[in-house]
């Protein structure tokens, strides 16, 4: 297990410096710079000398390679240099929003889990029964759905419900606090949006989990459990859901790793200081230094994701082993 881990650590190396050279290449494509940007927000666009003494002082007139190593070395050593935009440090400006991404995610992966396992395994027991049609159609609608429509009806649902309840609107609040701090203020924060989210994707893992186990409960060990007298519900948990899991395994940590940095809309709509709201910023103002410090927050994020699944994996199933 251990050479397992190794040899995936050691091959997630190209795949870190692979996304580094596309998002370093890729940024600089894109017309203008963050000197133009920052010139023309301040009205001083007709004034060359001021641009090119700023690319000078932010090394963007240094040859592309130079530019390319100075980023590597950044990585391997750990210094993401300041943001151009603002001039402080990147590992600052994403360490007010990690916190965040990361708890949003987490409970968003959690409401997720809760809603699609139960509804998944209910519509494949049930299958072609109204209770499955009705589990369909939920899921379908939550696919259909975005998850910033559906923020933004909670959003008008607490302005109307807080108005007739109470006798006046109420929001979640908009200043972050950690749930180390005050719990009940993080969470009448980030419920909601976990809520938006978690439906959206819940909707996507009640689909897989109902279409495995619609393959694995025609098996024939899942009939010799049921010839053995075995309950209903043996049958399903212990012998066909460890099976048909594995599946919806790879689609929750996908779903918990593309939330780090995928909830662009969502935190606009609740407004959230999110990771995705910096990187949306940060490519608008064409911040180098910062997108390609957050695209590779999230590329660190997938590999990891993907490193514990797979371990996951041996630990649901004996019989699987990694040498």
């Known amino acids: 297990m251990y050479k397992y881990i190794l040899k995936r650590l050691v091959l997630a190396i190209p795949t870190v410096i692979g996304a580094a050279a596309i998002v370093f290449f ?27 003494l700023c690319r000078d002082n932010l090394g963007l007139n240094d040859p592309v390679l130079v530019q390319f190593a100075r980023f590597l070395k950044g990585l391997v050593t750990f210094d993401l240099g300041n943001s151009h935009w603002t001039g402080n440090p990147v590992e600052a400006e994403i ?30 027991v049930k299958q072609d029964t109204w209770i499955d049609y009705v589990v369909r159609t939920i899921s379908i609608a939550g696919v259909a759905m975005p998850s910033f429509w559906v923020g933004i009806l909670l959003v008008l649902g607490l302005l109307i419900f807080s108005q007739a309840w109470f006798g006046e609107p109420w929001m979640p609040p908009i200043e972050y606090v950690s749930v180390f701090e005050d719990p009940v203020a993080n969470l009448s924060q980030l419920i909601w949006p976990a809520i938006a989210v978690g439906y959206r994707y819940a909707a996507v893992t009640a689909r897989m989990t109902r279409s495995a186990l619609l393959d694995v409960i025609r ?32 689609v929750i940590g996908a779903e918990l790793a593309f939330l780090m940095g995928g909830l662009v809309v969502t935190e606009q709509v609740f407004n959230l200081n999110g990771l995705a709201r910096l990187l949306l910023e940060s490519v608008l103002n064409q911040d180098y230094e910062m997108t390609q410090a957050l695209v590779m927050v999230v590329v660190t994020v997938f590999v990891f994701v993907n490193l514990v699944v797979d371990l996951l994996y041996a630990w649901l199933d004996p019989r699987i082993r990694y040498s």
């Open 95 to 124: 360490k007010l929003r990690f916190a965040l991404s990361l708890q949003l995610a987490i409970m968003a992966t959690m409401v997720s889990v809760v809603i699609a396992v139960p509804l998944g395994i209910i519509a494949a």
């Open 26 to 52: 890729l940024s600089r494509l894109i017309p203008g710079d963050v000197c133009e940007v920052r010139l023309l927000d301040m009205g001083m666009n007709a004034d060359l000398g001021l641009i090119e």
């Open 219 to 250: 098996e024939d060990y899942v009939r010799t459990a049921r010839s053995k007298g075995l309950s209903e519900f043996v049958v399903i948990n212990r012998h066909a859901l460890m099976n048909a899991f594995f599946p919806v395994l790879t």
